[in-house]
């Protein structure tokens, strides 16, 4: 198994550390998204992911699919981690209930769709084009402060060392790069002591650790 990611990405980091908490093998290809104008806008790369975003998981071998298709890989890193969840079952990261496993997507898509979207690189770069006054980085730090209020409000309260229980899931794995992100757009995330508390918990974890940006072998300084 291959993993197309960049190390600063958040995204790619979900799955980084969802592999490790499954503690499955895999190899790691860089893609840059700076460096050459951004790799992930390479043809090549584009044949992949058409999105021109990282990660990209891609199999050992094409699985078949019942309309025919021949699929090399997936891209989205949530489809990656639940697709992962179900080859590697334990430890689960969905949770063993319908509706644990639906509180669980549900943090998870605060993040994946509510708040990590408007950070994204070529988003500020478009509106850095239409808008060349506005300031990219405080616009989206509005939205993630925005997202992670709401986040904080959700989960404020529970009695519980992870985002959706005693065991970390899926919404921790987006929860902890959302939360390296926000300090990187320069918010102040003590502001979400809870939140904080749950990052707190899943930074002891080895695969937290491992799967760190700054741990990554094409880490720059
Ligand atoms: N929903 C996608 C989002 C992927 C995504 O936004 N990736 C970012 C890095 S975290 C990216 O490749 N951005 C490239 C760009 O903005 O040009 C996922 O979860 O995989």
New binding site residues.
């Given amino acids: 198994m291959k993993l197309y990611g960049?190390w600063r990405?958040?995204?790619?980091w979900?799955v980084r550390a969802a592999l490790a908490l499954k503690g499955a093998d895999y190899t790691n290809v860089p893609v840059h998204?700076v460096k050459d104008g951004?790799q992930?806008?390479r043809d090549e790369y584009r044949a992949k992911n058409p999105?021109?975003?990282?990660?990209f998981f891609e199999f050992d071998s094409p699985q078949s699919l019942p309309w025919g298709l021949q699929l090399h890989g997936l891209?989205?890193?949530?489809a990656i981690i639940e697709y992962l969840d179900e080859l590697l079952p334990a430890p689960s990261l969905l949770g063993s209930s319908p509706v644990e496993r639906a509180r669980v997507r549900w943090l998870t898509e605060m993040i994946?769709s509510g708040i990590?979207?408007l950070q994204?690189?070529?988003?500020m770069?478009e509106l850095n084009r239409v808008a060349p006054e506005a300031d990219s980085k405080a616009w989206s730090a509005a939205f993630i402060a925005r997202g992670l209020d709401a986040l904080e409000a959700t989960v404020r309260g529970e009695d519980c060392a992870f985002l959706a229980g005693t065991k970390p899931s899926m919404a921790d794995v987006c929860l902890v790069p959302q939360l390296y992100n926000a300090r990187r757009f320069n918010l102040d995330v003590s502001a979400y002591p809870r939140l904080s508390a749950v990052e707190a918990a899943c930074l002891e974890l080895e695969a937290f650790q491992v799967s760190h940006p700054d741990q990554q072998p094409e880490a720059e300084g």
Avoid: E, K, T
């Fill in positions: 960049y990405s958040s995204c790619s979900r998204l951004g992930h806008r999105m021109q975003q990282v990660p891209a989205q890193s949530v994946n990590q979207p994204n690189l070529f988003v770069q």
